[in-house]
């Protein structure tokens, strides 16, 4: 089974400040790793994924993330935030050996920028 | 393209009542999910389907029953509502057989039970 902890359960910053979304996870397999936002009153969308090769993903709006297996974290960066990006943001992980998207979702992070 | 669609969006029952969550996708998806969604707790994985006629359970099943007749359908109902399910339900599908694929949701169906 795996499980996902995000370390921060808001976020707060001024526009166009750098921000770090932490999220680290734990499983006995080998793992697919996801960011989803969800925007106030609506469906998750993802972000971006990793699933296997080089460990910076680039995502919509500008995100990336870094996979790093000897930390098993996979944290969110953005170098410079708008107004826009204020939503929940959702680190999730899934069983690479499993068929099916069963993922495994973490509480959230509420990431809030402030003019 | 309407994707995952869900009805209703709010809803409120009282305790005992029953109701049925609809979950529609026009993505041809074969695998389809429910997911619970509390304050500060994430979401919970309530029952999924891997295709037509066939579900199982999730991390949170209890107080719920589904259905996949169609595999365009995939409707959650609660027979007797209780308190502790007061939440937000979202509905998702994935074209992928393996746990790459990305989950395409639903805009939530918000209930609450009084």
């Known amino acids: 089974a795996q499980s996902v902890t995000q370390l921060d359960s808001q976020v707060p910053v001024f526009e166009e400040a750098p921000v770090e979304l932490r999220c680290n996870y734990s499983s006995s397999v080998s793992v697919y790793l996801f960011w989803y936002v969800q925007y106030p009153n609506q469906g998750l969308q993802l972000l971006l994924k990793?699933?296997?090769?080089?460990?910076l993903v680039k995502g919509i709006n500008g995100f990336e993330a870094e996979f790093n297996k000897s930390q098993t974290s996979f944290h969110l960066r953005k170098p410079s935030v708008h107004i826009s990006d204020t939503a929940e943001y959702f680190c999730?992980?899934?069983?690479?050996?499993?068929?099916?998207?069963?993922?495994?979702f973490g509480e959230g992070t509420q990431l809030t920028v402030n003019p | 393209n309407a994707g995952v669609t869900q009805t209703p969006k709010f809803r409120i029952l009282k305790i005992g009542q029953s109701m049925t969550l609809q979950c529609t996708q026009d993505m041809n998806h074969n695998y389809m999910y429910w997911y619970r969604q509390d304050p500060g707790m994430g979401l919970k994985l309530i029952y999924y389907s891997v295709g037509a006629g066939i579900t199982d359970k999730g991390e949170v099943p209890n107080g719920y029953n589904v259905s996949r007749s169609t595999t365009e359908d995939f409707p959650l109902r609660l027979e007797l509502a209780a308190p502790s399910q007061t939440s937000v339900y979202f509905c998702?599908?994935?074209?992928?057989?393996?746990?790459?694929?990305?989950?395409?949701f639903g805009e939530g169906s918000r209930l609450t039970v009084l």
């Open positions: 998702a599908s994935s074209y992928s057989s393996s746990g790459a694929g990305e989950l395409f």
């Open positions: 990793y699933l296997s090769g080089s460990t």
């Open positions: 999730a992980v899934s069983d690479a050996e499993t068929s099916g998207s069963r993922l495994t």
